[in-house]
């Protein structure tokens, strides 16, 4: 039979030098460790292939804080005006109640500001004083008096600037309502009863005339009378106490007119009235500056 020629076995002695021969032995062992182990790690691990995804271990969602309310920028009962006041305004009337006298304007053409436009920000009490819907305005008070008041609550007297703004807005409206006078939705053209001077003059008998002549209506009762701003009888109702920014020739302005058949637009002021001076139709409100808004 012929001879199968085995296999030649070449020994590490006689293809390797010392050194490289102890390498070559921790080679082997190492790999035989490695594989050993690896196989018995691997029955414990799910299957890699496409059959069985790994799939990554869930993480909790992170918790959804909700965003704190806004912090309010005026105090109770007041409401905030703001935006862009102009100093100096041209309103051109359409027709004239009174031709002769041109105080009462039934229609204003669209308002052009011919000034310089500043920000202006002011908390505005919604209601005349005492700040109360359905609670008659106080009149028969002074400046002085209006003053006191509202700083008593922590706040001031408005500007002459900051009332005229509160009532006409930053489109510059001759009436909190627009630009039509409408007396049936602000207190105004409803004078019925003529005051006795002489009675109004005498200190024994000006309170009892005042209330006799008293024709404001409860604060909210015309609910068409409210401005962009939300401030509630700025023309009609009772007129206002404001200060004067200019001082001359009083600290003391009157703005908004009351129920009779006078201006009752939002910038016209009156301003002969000194700081002690009372009559039965003036009244106040009250202003204050907002606090700093928040990003």
Known sequence: MPCTPRPTVLSMDLIAPQGLRSVLALVVVASASFSAHGVARGQNRPSSDASSPVVAPSRPSPAVVPAAPPTPRCPDGMVLAEGEYCSNVDQRCLRWLDPETQMRCAEFAPSR???????????????????????????????????????????????????????????????????????????????????????????????????????????????????????????????????????????????????GHIRARCRPSTISHNEGFVYYQIGFRCCADPTASTP
């Open 113 to 259: 500001c011919t000034g310089r436009r500043r920000p202006l920000s002011v908390c505005v009490d919604r209601y005349e004083y005492p700040n109360q819907p359905g609670v008659r305005p106080e009149v028969m008070v002074s400046w002085y008096e209006a003053r006191r008041a509202c700083e008593n609550q922590h706040k001031r007297l408005c500007t002459q600037s900051e009332w005229t703004f509160a009532c006409e807005g930053p489109e510059m409206n001759p009436y909190p309502t627009g630009l039509r006078r409408d007396p049936e939705a602000c207190r105004i053209d409803h004078q019925t009863i003529r005051p006795n001077r002489p009675r109004l003059s005498n200190p024994m008998t000006t309170a009892d005339e005042s209330a006799r002549l008293y024709e404001a209506v409860p604060s909210g009762t015309m609910n068409r009378c409210v401005s962009w701003a939300g401030v509630h009888d700025m023309t009609g109702n009772a007129d206002e106490w404001t200060i004067n920014e200019s001082s001359r020739p009083f600290q003391s302005a009157l703005k908004g007119g009351w129920w």
